[in-house]
């Protein structure tokens, strides 16, 4: 089984309705992170999340939120989806340790979202 | 702003040549570089982790370079084969970044049989 896994793999949906993507990791991580991906950029957080109680916005959280809803899991939501969040979005871990520098992280499968 | 960049954007190359895809990052502070390769419909897979006190890193026929003063990074690939066509991406921890990562927009590799 893999490691960090994404629901829903593809997901169409129309302006204005609120979607939710979840994640979860069996790999024992704390820290947990949303991205999206975009053709011809590199990939970009939204939120991340070092343990249960700890959240923080990315570059591009606008838009979005998340819930960490147990250490294994992480779950974003687009409260009114628009168009332009049309994307393919990734969830990913990290472990913790001393120096939180040294961290590497591991990547989900990703999800397609089309906004219509 | 703090940013990396990857070029080409893209590379064709036939098999068994030995190639060298290229990472430039804006600030020599930092924690660690990552190369990654993207496989479509299958996410993304870390490759190798260079942490800033390292100069290189290798896992089989892949060697990762790491050059902080001049910005730089290589990835080498030896011998390179069909299998190994996907998109490869570089992500950088810069010091004063806040833990996040900042990502090149990749080079798509297209190994020719």
């Known amino acids: 089984d893999a490691d960090v896994t994404q629901t829903p793999r593809n997901r169409i949906t129309k302006t204005g309705k609120r979607i939710m993507l979840e994640c979860s990791q069996t790999?024992?991580?704390?820290?947990m992170y949303w991205y999206r991906q975009d053709p011809g950029l590199g990939l970009r957080l939204i939120y991340y999340s070092f343990d249960v109680k700890d959240i923080n916005k990315g570059e591009i959280s606008d838009g979005y939120s998340v819930s960490r809803q147990a250490q294994a899991k992480f779950s974003l939501s687009l409260e009114s989806a628009i168009p332009n969040q049309t994307a393919l979005y990734f969830c990913a871990t990290s472990g913790a340790t001393g120096d939180s520098g040294y961290n590497e992280q591991f990547f989900g499968p990703g999800t397609r979202l089309t906004v219509l | 702003k703090q940013e990396v960049t990857q070029i080409p954007a893209a590379l064709s190359v036939p098999e068994g040549e030995n190639l060298v895809l290229n990472c430039s990052f804006t600030?020599?502070?930092?924690?660690?570089l990552q190369w990654f390769r993207q496989d479509p419909g299958k996410g993304l897979t870390s490759l190798l982790l260079i942490q800033s006190s390292q100069r290189e890193q290798t896992s089989g026929r892949l060697n990762a370079s790491l050059d902080k003063s001049s910005g730089r990074s290589t990835l080498y690939i030896a011998a390179s084969q069909p299998g190994d066509s996907a998109t490869y991406l570089c992500?950088?921890?810069?010091?004063?970044?806040?833990?996040?990562?900042?990502w090149g927009a990749g080079t798509k590799l297209i190994i020719k049989p």
């Open positions: 790999k024992g991580h704390d820290r």
């Open positions: 600030d020599s502070a930092i924690y660690n």
């Open positions: 992500a950088v921890r810069f010091m004063d970044s806040n833990y996040q990562l900042i």
